[in-house]
């Protein structure tokens, strides 16, 4: 489904990540795990076009993310819920969600994809009319993948879901993620929660200073000492 | 009721009626500045040039005074997309030193601009709407229906950013400007429709003012510096301040001319900005961040 190749990218002469090849296959849900500045955000913003890479390729389904505008992205069915969340704190909840389903192609199913996301975080329908900067991190939180939700992604981008949250609430957070990949929905996840986000994807890979190190299945990386040194030797 | 009364009462209706003008200036510049991040310093004088529009349309050309008014809007609205397509966009990536000296650069060509095609010679419609006089007040019918255009401009903007997915990219883009993408907004079309539409306001706001003021190369400087004043008090980008700001700078200048000179209303007004320029730095309707 998202195939990168060789993808370099950075700010300015800082260089984040260097020649990353990786690739998400329909319906798998595949985590990136790494030490901070490891460059897990950077990806994220490369694939969403948020930031253009220097070197490489990235496909989407065959279609080139380089030659497509970063504002229609989206409507390939890549929906990225960005680090820290980057809610619109003054607006309503509902207006939060009205954005995310913003593209011409979403906007005949708002109140479709609006139950949906309302169904999976009955929270979001009680607040629906409160401005989203005032509530809890955790709401915010189920806001930020709401938003995502609303395009009706096939690829749902997470960067850094669980950080600020209480355990309880990371807990709730990874039940809720099983059942948006019950949805049908491929999600790739960049997170430095290592041991939750490992009982929920099928792979990841090890990002550190830029590399992919390491790649294999969940289980294999759970027993790795590769991940223990990728954290220990920061 | 006394004499003194009808007087005061007359004065707080007619600074009401001035702060729904002041409103609509100042919602202009803030819808800009909000979306945009750049202060369009040559706002007033796109009004001026949209003054001028009106005189020749409507006295020179005699074209029918609602033609003249929506051709007016239209054309100071074309103005804003010049401006932005010309001079803003290109600087977007750069100093916001830069873009104000820009727009002051614009500000001052549009002035010599219009002193040599216009003159400086003070023009009017040569339109004398008649004063009401009600229950012993005089209120004039310009500022009536002055107020009461600006009051609907306002409430369409209003429907507009509440009602519609434009209007909620407008309201988002002010608040995260670099997440747009991920939204599917493309930012240079948001742009470009905020532009047109703070052009528009303008256009309007000039039909509006050449019913009241004679119009020469200089009457900018007359709404230039209190529109910015007005925005600055309610907070810079912040449309609801600003609205309030305007009313209660309208009715400092109403309420300080009416016991001293109309002049002495404005030193009253600016003094009242600096005071609490010292009080309140970020403005009356400050948000927590």
């Not at chain 1, 609303?150 to 997470?158: D, F, H, T, V």
């Not at chain 2, 750049?38 to 001028?52: K, T």
């Not at chain 2, 001052?108 to 008649?130: C, D, Y």
Request: glycine share 10%; proline share 4%; charged share 15%.
């Amino acid at each position: 489904m998202l195939e990168l190749t060789a993808v370099r990218a950075g700010y300015g002469t800082f260089q984040a990540l260097f020649d990353v090849s990786l690739d998400v296959r329909a319906g798998e849900a595949v985590g990136v795990i790494g030490p901070n500045g490891a460059g897990k955000t950077t990806l994220m913003r490369v694939i969403s076009g948020l930031i253009r890479p220097t070197a490489g390729a990235l496909t989407m389904e065959g279609v080139d993310l380089l030659a497509t505008p970063p504002h229609r992205i989206v409507e390939l069915g890549i929906a990225h819920v960005p680090e820290s969340r980057r809610l619109f704190p003054r607006m309503t909840v509902e207006d939060n969600l009205r954005m995310g389903g913003f593209m011409l192609a979403a906007r005949p199913k708002f109140r479709q994809r609006l139950d949906v996301v309302y169904e999976l975080f009955p929270r979001l329908r009680e607040r629906r009319r409160q401005l989203a900067g005032s509530m809890s991190g955790g709401e915010q939180q189920m806001c930020a993948i709401g938003r995502a939700l609303m395009s009706e992604p096939k690829l749902l981008l997470l960067d850094e879901p669980s950080a600020g949250l209480a355990p309880i609430v990371v807990d709730q957070l990874f039940e809720l993620l099983r059942r948006i990949r019950a949805g049908g929905v491929t999600v790739l996840i960049v997170e430095q929660n290592v041991q939750q986000v490992l009982r929920v994807v099928e792979r990841a890979y090890v990002l550190k200073a830029g590399s992919i190190r390491a790649a294999g299945s969940a289980a294999e990386l759970s027993d790795s000492a590769t991940i223990r040194e990728a954290y220990l030797g920061v | 009721m006394g004499v003194f009364d009808i007087y005061l009462l007359e004065t707080l209706i007619n600074g009401v009626l001035l702060g729904g003008v002041l409103a609509l200036l100042s919602l202009g510049l803030n819808l800009v500045f909000g979306v945009i991040d750049v202060v369009w310093i040559c706002y007033a004088e796109l009004i001026m040039l949209g003054m001028y529009g009106m005189y020749f349309l409507y006295t020179v050309y005699h074209a029918p005074i609602v033609v003249a008014a929506v051709a007016c809007i239209v054309l100071v609205g074309i103005l804003g997309l010049a401006l932005h397509t010309l001079v803003i966009a290109p600087l977007l990536g750069a100093a916001p030193i830069n873009q104000l000296l820009a727009t002051g650069g614009v500000l001052f060509f549009l002035q010599s601009a219009a002193t040599v095609l216009f003159g400086i010679e003070f023009k009017n419609l040569g339109l004398r709407l008649p004063v009401l006089k009600v229950a012993g007040m005089f209120v004039s019918y310009s500022r009536l229906l002055a107020f009461g255009a600006a009051l609907i401009a306002m409430v369409l903007v209003y429907l507009l950013l509440t009602r519609t997915y434009t209007g909620a990219a407008i309201r988002a883009i002010a608040q995260d400007r670099q997440i747009m993408p991920l939204m599917g907004v493309d930012t240079r079309r948001i742009y470009l429709i905020t532009s047109g539409l703070g052009g528009a306001l303008a256009g309007l706001a000039a039909c509006l003012l050449v019913l009241q003021y004679d119009v020469h190369p200089f009457v900018g400087l007359t709404f230039g510096p209190i529109t910015f004043l007005i925005c600055v008090l309610g907070s810079l980008g912040n449309f609801g301040g600003g609205f309030v700001a305007a009313f209660v700078f309208a009715e400092i200048i109403s309420v300080g001319g009416l016991y001293l000179d109309l002049e002495w209303g404005y030193v009253f007004a600016f003094a009242f900005f600096i005071v609490m320029m010292f009080v309140r730095p970020e403005g009356l309707m400050a948000r927590r961040s």
